[in-house]
């Protein structure tokens, strides 16, 4: 059943090939589970406590996987079969040429605690703030893992040449612990994978598809949350607005394919050099906002007059055929009577038009509050 529902996962959440791997390794647990209701039909016990082992090791090793993957973890290896074979190796020696009770019984457990113990790290070490549904999954996996270690130890004070009171100790952890441990973690894995896709879902809708930038939606929610930042730190806040100049005749010369290609080589030109605050949203159509957190007007014109340069300059090349594209800007700077960034949006807003009226192809800055001198430099309107 769980083998299933992660199969479903797999084939309806975008082939993720983490739950393709857990899939498999619930498979491969309902088939260890199906060798121990029939260890009686095995000619011996050894061939039957290798092959149980052996599925055991396929269970723990492509679950450990599925967690490498999903937290595309750089510490351990992507191909952990060898582990694997090492640990196999381990095993039929101790069952087959040097036999031992307690290592034959405590390797596997062993194994599966401590790989469950990194599973765990890796969901708690995969973001600064995990989720809520990751931390419930890692402690799950961390309590899952810690019984195991209980009945590896269990196993191993059996000794070399056994102990039935450690065998039904044994016996008696994996009972309890076995069913409620692949259940919960399964559980709970689903659970994470949930809130995964509701991410995806979250980000998907603040998200121009196109140039995967900001949309309208998620410029708000974020410069409403640098608006707030500002006003408690007291630091400045700059507004750049753009848009490609004469976008429409891109359009009509080349095709809307064309036109496509032009906004996202724009976007990786807005990309450029930009710090991890600063926030870049496709507003709609061709027009774009870039928001610059702890900037200064001047500097934030230096920006954009830098973007208008690199953007003549690094023309777009469709089918061996130049494209020249350039675009118009607008700066604002909040100030102390704005009520929300928006404010300044529309200030930049209005310094955009203004260039495009006095030949595009430039940058122009908020006339309500300063101008620019003959010298280069800022002063105010009055002055």
Known sequence: MLSVIFFLAWKTQGHKPYAL?????????????????????????????????GFGIVVIALGLRGHCQRTEC????????????????????????????GLRTALLPMAGAVTLFLSAAMIMRHRDKPRPAECA???????FGLSQLAAAYAGM?????????????????????????????????????????SEQMKEIAVRDQL???????????QSARAYATARRTDRPVSVIMTDIDHFKSINDQFGHAVGDSALIHF??????????????????????????????????????????KLLKEAPMIVEGET??????????????????LTDAVVRADRALYRSKRAGRNRVDLESSQLMRGHDGTLKPVSG
């Open 21 to 53: 791997n857990w899939s498999l390794a619930f498979l491969a647990a309902a088939c260890q589970w199906s060798i121990n209701l029939g260890s009686g039909f095995f000619p011996s016990f050894e061939i039957y406590w290798i092959t149980v082992n």
């Open 267 to 308: 976007a990786k030109i807005l990309k450029i050099t930009r710090r991890t605050d600063d926030i870049l949203a496709r507003m709609g159509g061709e027009e774009f906002a870039i928001v610059l957190p702890g900037t200064q007007l001047e500097e934030s014109i230096r920006i954009a007059e830098e973007l208008c």
């Open 211 to 221: 140039t995967g930038l900001l949309n309208r939606r998620g410029f708000g929610e």
């Open 74 to 101: 750089r510490i351990l290896p992507q191909n952990l079969w060898p582990f694997a074979i090492v640990l196999f190796a381990g095993i039929f020696w101790f069952t087959v040429v040097d036999q031992h009770v």
């Open 137 to 143: 999954a890692a402690i799950m996996i961390a309590l």
């Open 323 to 340: 494209v020249t594209m350039t675009a118009s800007f607008g700066v604002a700077t909040l100030s102390l009577n704005d009520a929300s």
């Open 157 to 197: 004070l059996q000794g070399a040449a056994g102990n039935d009171f450690y065998k039904n100790l044994y016996l008696n952890i994996n009972f309890l612990s076995l069913p409620a441990g692949y259940t919960g973690v399964a559980m709970f894995i689903i659970f994470m994978l949930a809130s995964d896709l």
